[in-house]
């Protein structure tokens, strides 16, 4: 299966938290996120298990993938997996030493939608501020996922706040500084987030990460299981800083660069919390890749960044490989990139980023 094909279950457990969140009470802190290039303690990841979603043969490459990015991550920072012991595939001698393992049962491997979204005050304290997830809006059966974010707050005797949204934090960019950046169509969706307003789903999204600005841009609804995340157009590199993977002319018979050239058109005009113009930054499109699905996410955006790396996908476009590449070098000084070949991940529609969670010093 693919995350650009909307996976029906008919499980009526999966649509389950659809109903709009009550408002919730403030807390007696205000939290933050940090940007994902602040100092982490570890990077959390989950060990897909679903045959039913993947097939036994695509499984195993996409377990290969998760092995391979956890690997290289923890040659800068430890990682966390998360899987219930014995799950299916998971051969816990091929993972190097800087990588441990967490007994908490999981679906699938989307740490960025479904788990915890960590957020620290001003002494530095943590908490996780708890964007609920169902599954995307209930296409896919995410019971265990839907508790993931839950359970690592408990592992960590962290606070749960309520966010008062059911979402993923994959749809959701913030700068750190006070200013987010989102498609409205996974947010403001009656599968998530019936009867609320987008400038409801905001407040709240703003309260719970520590924001008081947000840039919309309509994206696209039902074309993809995620109703077309923001993380993998665009990203925030630094306070009011976009970085953007787009082509160069707008093709109106294609879906996704209409939308995501509408997307660019959003940004051009919008300011932070500041009030300042946003710097925008654009990467390539690769065009000569491995991989030949039509409904492959070949995005350079969706990149991670952890302690002294940038763990970067490459897909056998060799120029646009490398000039992706010198880009994220660029903005991010001081931190090597890393390349990886995650294919399984690309054509299972998503990449890098979607599949890590970082949690902060």
């Known amino acids: 299966m693919n995350r650009r094909q909307i996976i029906q279950t008919g499980l009526a457990a999966v649509g389950a938290g659809t109903a709009a969140c ?12 940090p940007m994902e290039s602040a100092p982490h303690r570890r990077t959390l990841m989950q060990w897909p298990v679903s045959v039913d979603v993947y097939g036994p043969r695509d499984l195993a490459s996409v377990q290969a993938n998760i092995l391979s990015i956890a690997n290289a991550i923890s040659e800068y920072e430890p990682v966390a997996m998360m899987a219930a ?10 993972f190097s030493g800087g990588v441990e393992f967490w007994d908490i049962p999981i679906d699938d491997l989307w740490c960025r939608d479904s788990g915890p979204t960590f957020v620290k005050d001003a002494d530095g304290g943590l908490a996780v501020a708890h964007i609920r997830f169902n599954g995307w809006g209930g296409k896919q059966d995410s019971r265990k996922d ?18 008062g949204v ?3 934090q994959g749809g959701l960019e913030h700068d750190g500084a006070g200013t987010m950046m989102a498609h409205a ?10 009867g609320l307003s987008a400038d409801e789903i905001a407040e709240r999204l703003g309260a719970a990460v520590g924001a008081s600005k947000m840039i919309w841009a309509p994206g696209v609804k039902g074309a ?3 109703d077309y995340h923001i993380d993998s157009l665009a990203r925030f ?4 800083q976009v970085l953007i993977q787009i082509d160069d002319e707008l093709d109106p018979d294609d879906p996704w660069s209409a939308a995501a050239h509408e997307t660019l058109g959003v940004l051009r005009q919008a300011t932070d919390a500041r009030g300042r113009p946003l710097e925008i930054t654009r990467l390539p499109e690769p065009i000569d890749i491995r991989a030949t699905g039509d409904d492959f996410v070949s995005s350079y955006v969706n990149y991670y960044v952890c302690n002294g790396a940038v763990i970067a996908p ?17 903005l991010y000084p001081g931190r090597k990139v890393v390349p990886l070949n995650i294919d399984a991940l690309g054509a299972s529609g998503g990449g890098i980023h979607c599949a890590t969670q970082q949690q902060p010093a």
């Open 22 to 33: 009550a408002a919730p009470a403030a807390p007696a802190r205000r939290y933050e996120m």
């Open 85 to 94: 012991p014995g799950a299916h595939g998971l051969d816990r001698a091929r």
């Open 146 to 163: 839907a508790l993931v974010a839950e359970r690592v707050a408990r592992r960590l005797n962290l606070p749960l706040i309520d966010s």
């Open 166 to 168: 059911v979402g993923e």
């Open 185 to 194: 169509s996974c947010w403001v969706n009656d599968n998530r987030n019936p």
């Open 224 to 226: 993809d299981i995620t």
């Open 237 to 240: 590199t630094g306070p009011g």
């Open 314 to 330: 490459q897909f056998g476009d060799r120029r646009a490989d490398a000039k992706a590449h010198e880009i994220l070098a660029a």
